[in-house]
């Protein structure tokens, strides 16, 4: 499967933006879904995660100010991110994973997108 995340840009402080990640070659709807980021010299974090059932999980710096959701019949994930913080400047990747069981951390991800790059100015 290929994924391909857009929707990044930059932003002042307190906006907001949407990322997309659409998935070709097959279809996602039983796949746990998730997104990452990793900033200048640090390593990659996860950020939000939606399971093939719809459970949702957040990283703490994200809880209340993202929201990910997924649209199956568009093959689709999405990333709704409000209140940004300069502190959120990064890029971000989409990423699936194909396990029984969901996880939080990326060595579990299977398949990867380019990453799209979201700059918060202060």
């Known amino acids: 499967v290929q994924l391909q995340a857009s929707g990044g840009g930059l932003v002042q402080a307190g906006g907001s933006l949407r990322l997309s990640c659409a998935a070709s070659?097959?279809?996602?709807?039983?796949?746990?879904m998730g997104w990452f980021r990793q900033a200048p010299g640090k390593e990659r974090e996860f950020v939000a995660a939606?399971?093939?059932?719809?459970?949702?999980y957040y990283a703490d710096s994200v809880k209340g100010r993202f929201t990910i959701s997924r649209d199956n019949a568009k093959n689709t994930v999405y990333l709704q991110m409000n209140s940004l913080k300069p502190e959120d400047t990064a890029v971000y990747h989409c990423a699936a994973e194909t396990s029984l069981t969901y996880s939080s951390s990326p060595l579990d991800y299977d398949y990867w997108g380019q990453g799209t790059l979201v700059t918060v100015s202060s």
């Open positions: 939606i399971t093939w059932g719809g459970r949702i």
């Open positions: 070659g097959r279809t996602i709807s039983r796949y746990h």
